[in-house]
Nanobody
């Protein structure tokens, strides 16, 4: 069982940066691949980025590639999402999720545990 708590969201102007954190409970955090997803009002939850259990592999949605960076610190049970050059279309609730499969996956149904989300709002 893994419990996830996101933080770091807020209001930022276009072109600005935010760093999201996701703190995980439990001693098995390093067993999981981790992902970030987002959901804008009226839209489906969509994949943003994923990182392998040891941080050796990452994968990004095309819409954030080159602007966002996912990382993890297993000793601190934390995964991060550094978001730069933010755009108004990045506005959404951002969720972190854990996947027991250790495979980098991009679909909601493959993730086993979810946080409650943190709001990111980018003004133009």
């Amino acid at each position: 069982q893994v419990q996830l708590v996101e933080s770091g969201g807020g209001l930022v102007q276009a072109g600005g940066s935010l760093r999201l954190s996701c703190a995980a409970s439990g001693r098995t955090f390093s067993w999981y691949s981790m992902g970030w997803f987002r959901q804008a009002p009226g839209k489906e939850r969509e994949f943003v980025a994923a990182i392998s259990w040891n941080g050796g592999n990452t994968y990004y949605a095309d819409s954030v590639k080159g602007r966002f960076t996912i990382s993890r610190h297993n000793a601190e049970n934390t995964v991060y999402l550094q978001m730069n050059s933010l755009k108004p279309e990045d506005t959404a609730v951002y969720y972190c999720a854990a996947d027991r499969s250790r495979v980098l996956r991009t679909t909601v149904e493959h993730y086993d545990y979810w946080g409650q989300g943190t709001q990111v709002t980018v003004s133009s």
